[in-house]
């Protein structure tokens, strides 16, 4: 079934954004990794509206594609001002709320 | 000759009538008003005092008028009730106080006679306290005293009564001793006060015993409280209570009234009372507060017509009372000096023939003893207070300081001759008719010794009064009325009248800066303020008597007619509520022939008893006007040759002669009734039972307390250990403790590092994922 490779794709990319979250060590690339599990949800509402014949899927992929353009925007600035700040963008070194 | 198919007509009614109540309550607020803005007012509260009680005097007019309606419309021999309203204030098991008002005859003549006295008293005031230092307390001390009269007099149920006899007694204390800085004042107010409180328990004990008497008669048959003076006064002439305790309530309700009125043995505070400022012993001490108790006999008359036995062959103990008190009263007045004293014991007098009219079952002449009595004696009471304003240099001695003052007191003079006329009992002057028909219907209910005693007591009146006038306008100008004053004067008789008590010389300059025509002027007339009110009394001291004169004819009765209730048996329909007029009237028996106060009444009940009326004689007349003649003759004979020509017979015969000296030294020691009283009753409160007090207080009350204090301590620390240590606390630490151990596990997690907190979010949401899967499937 083409929904199926379609859903198939979406948890793969998913899969592979958590981890990239996850376990990178780099702002950047967790950024980056977050624009994977978005675009996952993306293709997943897409395949969904697809498969209904409804158009409420698209718009709402179109939605997201434009928050997280915000959210990259945002998330750039902030990695830039802890680079100026530390000299450093491992996320590892930024703990300092140790309980 | 009546017959019972007589039309009775509806009884008229009106808004006097109906809205008398408003006659305390005015007073009552003007009070409020001078104690709280007095001070601001132009005329410091004085006019606050003065308007609400012509307010009062108006309602008090237009009720009595409208009563006067209200009885002319109705039948001969109809009962005309009385206009009763009653709100309740309180409800509890059934039961229900009320507040209300209770008008009839005796009400709306007292009510009147107090309104109008009280109103010339604050006028007269206004010229006689002028400059006084707490002239603005003083005003409201008089309006809430008049205020308390007015409640009593109007009240419809004996806590009302018990109210507005309290608040006399207050009052009393707060006139008498206006100017406390003088010992001998504050020693005469407080000597008033307890005085009287020893026989208002007896008013207390009374009431109680009478509402549970009656309680249960009065609501199942008439729908009233037992403290209702309605429900008591046909209860008591139901033939329903049993006479121990109808005997035992009246004498207590006596003892209060005795208390009060001043009957011996609780007169001696009267005399002392008169250290107040004389308005207020014209108020309080003639023709107000010590009516009170005669009031209260005359409210309650049937209570005491049955308890007492009144018309019955013996003589009671109200007739006793009276007899005694009116002549040891009256042979005082012999030997005192001080003329508001003579005035008092005078009045003490008085008072004992209205109880003996009382006692001796002639309702009617007392109260219109009350009523002329409190006209003429006011008049005799401002007529003193204005001879020390203007004359005697604010001393009332008569023999140090006043005499052959009647060519430069003219209009005083004059009030005072009408008033002592009047208080003698000469035809045609007010007293006459009053007194002899006291005296008259005495001997005709039978009791001849009485009657003597009563004769007796006329012939001391006219004498000791006839000295007192002697002394006072005749014969040569003695000390401040000759123009003499200064140190000497102060010093000798400093504590008669309040300007003169403050002893310090200077607060006594500064009451003359602000009141010009004081005696440094000589004896002269006082001003309109003052000869105004003494004017009006003394008209009424003339005439007032012909309201009841006996002597013309039935038809000049009219104050019977009025006022008498009508001893007719009424039919009770009783249908609701209290406070509903519900009285239906059966006039079937002649006057002289009801049942009431003789037998049961059958198909009703009474609400007042059937008393006689002497048929007047001027033979009757004649004897008594001739003992008040000789009365007046002796003391005129005996006065001139003492105080005027010096006689050296009667000079000094107290001295000279063991029987004169001993009764003298008795007289002058006032029956040594004052002795026993402060060294029997006084010292032993002040000695043995103070000590006693004080015993009890140390050993028994301490004993309780600090047992108290060991007990919650040991109790305190029981509660400390046990409960707030370890319980509470233990609950405290132990939350912390499970909190702190929480934290302790929980802490890991928070390493700070944004990996294990995204892989901690997708941990959790996979599990809600799983579980959202399941829970679907």
Same mark, same amino acid.
Not at chain 2, 450 to 476: D, I, K, N, P, W
């Given at each position: 079934?083409?929904?199926?490779?379609?859903?198939?794709?979406?948890?793969?990319?998913?899969?592979?954004?958590?981890?990239?979250?996850?376990?990178?060590?780099?702002? *950047?690339?967790?950024?980056?990794?977050?624009?994977?599990?978005?675009?996952? *949800?993306?293709?997943?509402?897409?395949?969904?509206?697809?498969?209904?014949?409804?158009?409420?899927?698209?718009?709402?992929?179109?939605?997201?594609?434009? *928050?997280?353009?915000?959210?990259?925007?945002?998330?750039?600035?902030?990695?830039?001002?802890?680079?100026?700040?530390?000299?450093?963008?491992?996320?590892?070194?930024?703990?300092?709320?140790?309980? | 000759?009546?017959?019972?198919?007589?039309?009775?007509?509806?009884?008229?009614?009106?808004?006097?009538?109906?809205?008398?109540?408003?006659?305390?309550?005015?007073?009552?607020?003007?009070?409020?008003?001078?104690?709280?803005?007095?001070?601001?007012?132009?005329?410091?509260?004085?006019?606050?005092?003065?308007?609400?009680?012509?307010?009062?005097?108006?309602?008090?007019?237009?009720?009595?008028?409208?009563?006067?309606?209200?009885?002319?419309?109705?039948?001969?021999?109809?009962?005309?009730?009385?206009?009763?309203?009653?709100?309740?204030?309180?409800?509890?098991?059934?039961?229900?106080?009320?507040?209300?008002?209770?008008?009839?005859?005796?009400?709306?003549?007292?009510?009147?006679?107090?309104?109008?006295?009280?109103?010339?008293?604050?006028?007269?005031?206004?010229?006689?306290?002028?400059?006084?230092?707490?002239?603005?307390?003083?005003?409201?001390?008089?309006?809430?005293?008049?205020?308390?009269?007015?409640?009593?007099?109007?009240?419809?149920?004996?806590?009302?009564?018990?109210?507005?006899?309290?608040?006399?007694?207050?009052?009393?204390?707060?006139?008498?001793?206006?100017?406390?800085?003088?010992?001998?004042?504050?020693?005469?107010?407080?000597?008033?006060?307890?005085?009287?409180?020893?026989?208002?328990?007896?008013?207390?004990?009374?009431?109680?015993?009478? !509402?549970?008497?009656?309680?249960?008669?009065?609501?199942?048959?008439?729908?009233?409280?037992?403290?209702?003076?309605?429900?008591?006064?046909?209860?008591?002439?139901?033939?329903?209570?049993?006479?121990?305790?109808?005997?035992?309530?009246?004498?207590?309700?006596?003892?209060?009234?005795?208390?009060?009125?001043?009957?011996?043995?609780?007169?001696?505070?009267?005399?002392?009372?008169?250290?107040?400022?004389?308005?207020?012993?014209?108020?309080?001490?003639?023709?107000?507060?010590?009516?009170?108790?005669?009031?209260?006999?005359?409210?309650?008359?049937?209570?005491?017509?049955?308890?007492?036995?009144?018309?019955?062959?013996?003589?009671?103990?109200?007739?006793?009372?009276?007899?005694?008190?009116?002549?040891?009263?009256?042979?005082?007045?012999?030997?005192?000096?001080?003329?508001?004293?003579?005035?008092?014991?005078?009045?003490?007098?008085?008072?004992?023939?209205?109880?003996?009219?009382?006692?001796?079952?002639?309702?009617?002449?007392?109260?219109?003893?009350?009523?002329?009595?409190?006209?003429?004696?006011?008049?005799?009471?401002?007529?003193?207070?204005?001879?020390?304003?203007?004359?005697?240099?604010?001393?009332?001695?008569?023999?140090?300081?006043?005499?052959?003052?009647?060519?430069?007191?003219?209009?005083?003079?004059?009030?005072?001759?009408?008033?002592?006329?009047?208080?003698?009992?000469?035809?045609?002057?007010?007293?006459? !008719?009053?007194?002899?028909?006291?005296?008259?219907?005495?001997?005709?209910?039978?009791?001849?010794?009485?009657?003597?005693?009563?004769?007796?007591?006329?012939?001391?009146?006219?004498?000791?009064?006839?000295?007192?006038?002697?002394?006072?306008?005749?014969?040569?100008?003695?000390?401040?009325?000759?123009?003499?004053?200064?140190?000497?004067?102060?010093?000798?008789?400093?504590?008669?009248?309040?300007?003169?008590?403050?002893?310090?010389?200077?607060?006594?300059?500064?009451?003359?800066?602000?009141?010009?025509?004081?005696?440094?002027?000589?004896?002269?007339?006082?001003?309109?303020?003052?000869?105004?009110?003494?004017?009006?009394?003394?008209?009424?001291?003339?005439?007032?008597?012909?309201?009841?004169?006996?002597?013309?004819?039935?038809?000049?009765?009219?104050?019977?007619?009025?006022?008498?209730?009508?001893?007719?048996?009424?039919?009770?329909?009783?249908?609701?509520?209290?406070?509903?007029?519900?009285?239906?009237?059966?006039?079937?028996?002649?006057?002289?022939?009801?049942?009431?106060?003789?037998?049961?009444?059958?198909?009703?009940?009474?609400?007042?008893?059937?008393?006689?009326?002497?048929?007047?004689?001027?033979?009757?007349?004649?004897?008594?006007?001739?003992?008040?003649?000789?009365?007046?003759?002796?003391?005129?004979?005996?006065?001139?040759?003492?105080?005027?020509?010096?006689?050296?017979?009667?000079?000094?015969?107290?001295?000279?002669?063991?029987?004169?000296?001993?009764?003298?030294?008795?007289?002058?020691?006032?029956?040594?009734?004052?002795?026993?009283?402060?060294?029997?009753?006084?010292?032993?409160?002040?000695?043995?039972?103070?000590?006693?007090?004080?015993?009890?207080?140390?050993?028994?009350?301490?004993?309780?307390?600090?047992?108290?204090?060991?007990?919650?301590?040991?109790?305190?620390?029981?509660?400390?250990?046990?409960?707030?240590?370890?319980?509470?606390?233990?609950?405290?630490?132990?939350?912390?403790?499970?909190?702190?151990?929480?934290?302790?596990?929980?802490?890991?997690?928070?390493?700070?590092?944004?990996?294990?907190?995204?892989?901690?979010?997708?941990?959790?949401?996979?599990?809600?994922?799983?579980?959202?899967?399941?829970?679907?499937?």
């Amino acid at each position: 079934m083409l929904t199926s490779q379609f859903l198939l794709l979406g948890a793969i990319l998913f899969c592979i954004g958590v981890y990239g979250v996850i376990a990178r060590k780099n702002a *950047v690339l967790v950024l980056m990794s977050i624009e994977l599990i978005l675009n996952s *949800v993306n293709i997943n509402l897409l395949a969904f509206a697809l498969r209904n014949g409804s158009a409420d899927g698209h718009t709402f992929a179109l939605y997201i594609i434009a *928050v997280a353009a915000a959210e990259v925007g945002v998330g750039l600035a902030m990695v830039l001002l802890i680079y100026r700040n530390r000299r450093s963008i491992g996320l590892d070194e930024l703990s300092e709320m140790r309980g | 000759m009546f017959a019972a198919s007589e039309v009775l007509s509806p009884l008229r009614d009106g808004w006097f009538l109906q809205n008398a109540w408003l006659a305390p309550v005015i007073p009552t607020i003007g009070f409020a008003l001078i104690i709280l803005f007095g001070k601001r007012l132009p005329k410091k509260g004085s006019e606050v005092g003065v308007l609400s009680m012509l307010a009062s005097l108006v309602l008090a007019s237009g009720a009595a008028w409208q009563w006067i309606q209200r009885v002319g419309g109705a039948g001969e021999e109809q009962f005309v009730s009385p206009v009763i309203r009653t709100w309740t204030w309180w409800q509890s098991g059934g039961m229900e106080f009320t507040i209300g008002q209770h008008v009839d005859g005796l009400t709306v003549v007292v009510l009147f006679v107090v309104a109008f006295i009280s109103t010339l008293v604050q006028v007269y005031s206004l010229e006689y306290l002028r400059g006084d230092r707490r002239y603005t307390h003083f005003f409201a001390a008089l309006t809430l005293f008049s205020a308390g009269m007015l409640a009593m007099v109007i009240a419809e149920d004996m806590i009302l009564f018990l109210l507005g006899w309290e608040i006399m007694g207050l009052c009393s204390f707060m006139l008498i001793g206006h100017w406390w800085e003088d010992g001998a004042n504050s020693r005469a107010a407080l000597k008033a006060f307890f005085t009287v409180r020893t026989g208002d328990v007896g008013l207390l004990v009374g009431i109680s015993i009478l !509402f549970f008497a009656a309680n249960e008669w009065t609501t199942t048959n008439l729908g009233l409280s037992g403290f209702s003076i309605r429900g008591l006064s046909a209860w008591a002439l139901s033939g329903e209570p049993n006479s121990t305790v109808i005997l035992v309530a009246a004498i207590a309700l006596f003892i209060a009234a005795i208390g009060k009125s001043g009957q011996f043995p609780l007169h001696t505070w009267l005399p002392d009372a008169m250290a107040g400022p004389t308005p207020v012993s014209s108020l309080l001490h003639s023709s107000t507060m010590v009516v009170a108790g005669v009031f209260l006999v005359a409210r309650l008359y049937p209570v005491f017509f049955t308890g007492l036995d009144i018309l019955g062959p013996s003589s009671n103990i109200i007739m006793i009372i009276a007899a005694i008190t009116i002549v040891i009263a009256a042979a005082l007045a012999f030997v005192q000096t001080d003329i508001k004293r003579v005035l008092a014991y005078s009045t003490v007098s008085q008072l004992g023939y209205m109880m003996l009219g009382l006692g001796a079952g002639a309702w009617l002449p007392a109260v219109f003893h009350i009523f002329t009595h409190a006209f003429f004696k006011a008049c005799l009471f401002l007529s003193a207070g204005s001879i020390s304003h203007s004359a005697s240099h604010h001393s009332f001695d008569m023999k140090k300081d006043m005499g052959g003052l009647r060519k430069h007191m003219p209009i005083t003079f004059a009030a005072w001759t009408v008033s002592t006329l009047a208080l003698c009992g000469v035809f045609p002057f007010s007293g006459f !008719f009053s007194k002899d028909e006291i005296i008259d219907n005495v001997g005709g209910n039978g009791y001849t010794f009485f009657m003597v005693v009563g004769l007796g007591g006329a012939f001391l009146t006219a004498a000791y009064m006839t000295r007192a006038t002697y002394l006072t306008f005749f014969g040569e100008p003695r000390g401040a009325s000759a123009g003499e004053h200064g140190e000497s004067s102060h010093g000798t008789h400093p504590a008669h009248d309040g300007h003169d008590a403050h002893d310090a010389h200077a607060v006594h300059d500064s009451h003359d800066a602000q009141d010009s025509h004081d005696a440094h002027a000589g004896p002269h007339e006082s001003g309109i303020l003052i000869t105004a009110p003494l004017a009006i009394l003394a008209v009424l001291a003339i005439f007032s008597g012909l309201f009841n004169a006996t002597p013309f004819g039935e038809s000049w009765e009219y104050m019977k007619k009025w006022t008498e209730p009508r001893a007719a048996v009424v039919e009770e329909s009783y249908s609701g509520g209290p406070g509903e007029a519900f009285v239906v009237p059966a006039a079937e028996s002649g006057y002289g022939e009801s049942p009431c106060g003789k037998e049961t009444p059958k198909d009703g009940v009474c609400y007042a008893p059937q008393l006689n009326h002497a048929k007047f004689k001027w033979s009757k007349a004649l004897l008594s006007l001739a003992i008040v003649f000789a009365g007046i003759a002796v003391s005129w004979v005996v006065s001139a040759a003492l105080y005027g020509r010096r006689d050296p017979r009667l000079v000094g015969l107290t001295q000279r002669n063991a029987v004169a000296r001993s009764g003298y030294q008795l007289l002058i020691n006032k029956y040594y009734l004052d002795h026993l009283y402060e060294r029997g009753v006084v010292s032993f409160i002040v000695g043995p039972l103070a000590r006693g007090a004080y015993w009890f207080n140390q050993q028994v009350l301490d004993g309780i307390l600090h047992g108290v204090a060991r007990v919650s301590r040991v109790v305190a620390q029981v509660v400390y250990r046990d409960i707030d240590q370890r319980l509470v606390d233990g609950a405290v630490n132990a939350s912390a403790d499970v909190t702190k151990a929480a934290g302790t596990t929980v802490q890991p997690i928070q390493s700070g590092r944004v990996g294990h907190y995204g892989a901690l979010l997708f941990a959790t949401a996979a599990v809600a994922a799983l579980v959202f899967v399941i829970l679907n499937t």
